[in-house]
């Protein structure tokens, strides 16, 4: 069995293995804390009835049987608790078999919960999770070594997540191309962190820079991922710290931390004992390699072969998709990121009052957790964690209005407790408000004068209503958007 196996690799393998696992951990809290109020039975986009209109299709998810929000719950603590055990490193303790099941029952009950999250759950990182899940359960347990070609598959996934970002942004906008893409990213981005003003207003010429190293980092390195070593590691180097860079720059989800993790399996245990050198890895012998788990993992390995040939051909098409699944089961999957760049940020405002709608009526501002509101506020730090609500108002203000967002107004209008646990701050105390409207501002950072004597990291101003004043109970009507 040693053609099968790779020795000097340990340190990927563990990576791996603990790193996903951990990912899928932060899924199943995040859909434990969050599921039921935007999707559950009285969600914002009822589960229940989505399964209803998607049921003969095919589209695997084991809530076809039934659905009810303690089912949801079950599934996300259970998968919670397996997670917990694979980050632990218990049941790579045991056979190979072992953290095979415990990979393939994580990566199948979150399968389940993404195939029925609509909007909330579509976004390319959840497939990059389910991919690379699905294949961290063939890497085998600590008394085999790791199989060449399960190291070989990461290897693609993290060549095709980088080279298909920066094919996508080369296509995409003309800034990308000219360099200037940073002059707005930073401002624009989702979600910005604590760091995002001054990443800002950084110089233009060092914007240009990370722009050229961006475009090298995704278009040249990811190639020599597939070199003898050392090459492979110091191509691995350069691809973790551009996501680090991008890590301290803003709150990209769990996209980041998965792409450093695909990152490592380019690492051998020689790299890391370089700068490293008092850690030691076990090798295990190639020779005790069951052939039952050979087989399998070659099987496997066909399979995902197969699958290949669409992604890899999305690469080079001139009408190259973005974070597409080309299979029910996430197996098959096109990336990529920011194809276009926002020059101007707008934001939705949802304000509430009891007052008659007038010039003397008092607003109040509800505050989500993660994207602006209060100008004074600077923004907070919450990946790997993921704010589905936040980044779905993010698209809401670039002119994608969904029919959660009705559905959301009539929640705060009812007081819904599950729906206001959702947002950082409501200005009611848990009383529904009799009027409620939602605005749009223009947000631009504030400058570094600005900063010191009024104390704000944005300004904004008025752009326009979204929403009219409604009384609760009624009919959300929006206006057309004029920004």
Known sequence: MELFSTEGYEFARQVLQRGIA??????FLNAAFQFPALLGERGLLPAPLYLDRIRGRGIPTLFHWRYSDRLLLTVAW???????????????????????????????????????????????WESLLLEAGFLAAFLGSNDVAAPVTVLWLFRWLAFR????????????????????ALYYHHETQPMPN????????????????????????QLVVPFFL???????????????????????????????????????????????????????????????????????????????????????????SRTQL??????????????????SITR?????????????????????????????????????????????????????????????FPELLRKLLSGDTRTLRLLRRDP??????RWIRAQVYRYRYSTAAERRSEGVWWVREPAGILVDPIEGPGTVRRRPPAW
């Not at 951990?22 to 899924?27: R, S, T």
């Not at 350069?238 to 709150?251: A, E, F, K, R, Y």
């Not at 101007?344 to 949802?350: A, C, G, K, L, Q």
Request: charged share 10%; net charge positive.
């Open 22 to 27: 951990a990912v899928f951990l932060i899924g």
């Open 78 to 124: 259970s998968g919670a608790a397996v997670s917990a055990l694979l980050v632990a490193g218990v049941p790579q303790s045991g056979p190979w078999w072992l953290p095979m099941t415990a990979f393939l029952l994580i990566w199948g009950l979150y399968l389940s919960i993404v195939n029925i999250g609509q909007t909330f759950y579509g976004f390319g």
């Open 161 to 180: 997540l980088e080279f298909g970002a920066g094919l996508i942004k080369l296509r995409g906008d003309r800034v990308w191309r000219n360099l200037t």
């Open 194 to 217: 604590p760091a995002s003003w001054f990443f800002h207003h950084l110089p233009k010429p060092l914007h240009k820079v990370e722009v050229l190293g961006n475009h090298f980092a």
């Open 226 to 316: 597939f070199f003898p070593q050392p090459v492979a590691s110091v191509a691995a180097a350069v691809i973790i710290l551009t996501q680090l860079w991008l890590v301290v720059s803003g709150n990209f989800a769990w996209l980041n931390v998965l792409t450093i993790l695909l990152a490592c399996t380019a690492v051998s245990d020689s790299a890391v004992q370089a700068l490293l050198p008092w850690v030691r890895f076990g090798s295990p012998d190639p020779a005790a390699t069951p052939v039952v788990f050979v087989v399998v993992v070659l099987a496997v390995t066909a399979a995902v072969l197969y699958w290949a040939w669409a992604p890899l051909k999305n690469l080079f």
């Open 322 to 339: 973005m974070n597409a699944s080309f299979n029910r089961w996430h197996l098959s999957n096109a990336y990529g990121a920011f194809g």
């Open 344 to 404: 101007h940020r707008n934001e939705v405002v949802i304000e509430g009052t009891n007052d008659p709608p007038g010039p003397g009526a008092r607003w109040r501002e509800y505050e989500f957790r993660g994207k602006p509101g209060d100008p004074r506020r600077l923004p907070r730090q919450f990946a790997p964690y993921h704010l589905r609500l936040d980044w779905m108002m993010w698209f809401l203000a670039l002119g994608s209005y969904g029919a959660w």
């Open 428 to 433: 009611f105390n848990g009383e529904p408000p």
